[in-house]
Every structure is written in structure tokens, then in C-alpha cells.
């Protein structure tokens, strides 16, 4: 008689699968090709992700190593990553700069001062090189105010910009201003070895002129 109810209840219990799988098996199937499909995207997006990495690679290598660096880089900005295009842009810049095109390689430079998706070492650098690049006759206060937004923010490039800007000091004679930045490079922890012994040599010269 035991027999016959556990056959039963073997029997109830097989019905009771059926029932849930009728019920609730096509959200397992969808939850197991959703698992496949996610693993398969990722695998496919990493593979497209790689062969796009080593296209704009390419790209960037024959730009570089072109005759018209500026012609071949805006031609071949399409198939550029992120990383690359930056970096494309900032050659194009400096090609520019470098070929007599002041005004250029400036908006180049304030294009990627003002561009948010990059990083802010990026940005300023670009803003440093925009102030470096700029043709004669541009007036120096605004190049100053540009170069405040450096002059005032630790980072890499602010010994830098503090130089230039006691630079465009002296232009305008005023060495009192140049020499208080001069002297602002000296007490920033890390610069450059070359910067700190020009900005040595140029506070002995301004102080022994007063």
C-alpha cells in the first residue's frame, strides 16, 4: 500500500513540475538566452573593440608618418578611437604652429581647452599651448587672464604657466610681478629640474636690478 502512494506522490510531484514549467519555463529559457546573449555581446563587442583599437592605431601611424601631417589626420579622424583623435588633434595643432599658422593651432588648442570629454590635464595643457602659439600683437591682458586659470591651479603645467605669465610681465615692463612669480615657481614642490634653474637664475637677475 506504501508502494501505491509513494507512486502517487511521485506522479503528484511530476505533475507539479510540469505545471511550474508550463507556467514559468519560457522566463527560464529567456533568462538563460539573455546570460547567452550578454556573454556572446561581450565577447563580440571585446573582439570589435580590439580590431577598432588596432585600425585607428594604423590610421594614426600613417597620418603621423605622412607628408601633410594636418591633411592626412582630418582625413582620418572617422576611424580614430577617442584616445587617438586627441592625440590626432594635438599633432594637427602643432603642425600648424610649427608651419607659421598661429591662428590655427590657437582655435585647435581652445577646441580641446573647451572640450569636456577629455581629461583636465589635457584641457590645460591645450589652454598653456593656445597662450604659447598666439600670433604677435594679441593682447596681453587676455592672454594673462587665460593663463590665471593655470597660474592659479596646482598641476603639472602651473610652474609653467606662471613663467609664461612673468614672461608677458616683462614684455610689459614690470618686473615686480615677474619677479613675485618667478618666486612662486621656486616654492612649488615638483617642477622640472630646467624650470627651476631658469626661474633661479631669473630672480637673481631681477634682484639684483632693483
Do not use: C
Request: hydrophobic fraction near 45%.
Amino acid at each position: 500500500m506504501a508502494d501505491i502512494f509513494d507512486e502517487i506522490d511521485e506522479e503528484l510531484k511530476r505533475d507539479k513540475v510540469h505545471l511550474l514549467w508550463a507556467r514559468y519555463g519560457k522566463f527560464a529559457i529567456a533568462g538563460v538566452a539573455a546570460v547567452i546573449l550578454s556573454v556572446g555581446s561581450a565577447q563580440g563587442f571585446k573582439a570589435w573593440k580590439t580590431k577598432r583599437v588596432e585600425t585607428a592605431a594604423n590610421a594614426y601611424q600613417l597620418a603621423l608618418d605622412s607628408n601633410d601631417v594636418v591633411a592626412s589626420f582630418e582625413q582620418a579622424m572617422a576611424d580614430l578611437t577617442e584616445g587617438y583623435k586627441m592625440l590626432a588633434q594635438f599633432r594637427v595643432a602643432a603642425a600648424k604652429g610649427a608651419g607659421g599658422d598661429s591662428e590655427g593651432a590657437v582655435s585647435d588648442y581652445m577646441t580641446l581647452a573647451q572640450e569636456k570629454a577629455i581629461k583636465p590635464i589635457y584641457q590645460q595643457v591645450a589652454l598653456l599651448l593656445a597662450v604659447m602659439n598666439a600670433p604677435d600683437g594679441t593682447d596681453p591682458k587676455q592672454l594673462q587672464d587665460q593663463l590665471a586659470r593655470l597660474t592659479a591651479t596646482p598641476g603639472p603645467w602651473q610652474g609653467l604657466a606662471l613663467e609664461h605669465s612673468a614672461a608677458l610681465d616683462l614684455e610689459k615692463n614690470n618686473p615686480e610681478a615677474a619677479l613675485e612669480k618667478f618666486e612662486s615657481i621656486l616654492g612649488l614642490a615638483e617642477i622640472p629640474p630646467e624650470l627651476r634653474k631658469r626661474a633661479t637664475e631669473l630672480v637673481k637677475i631681477l634682484k639684483s636690478a632693483e
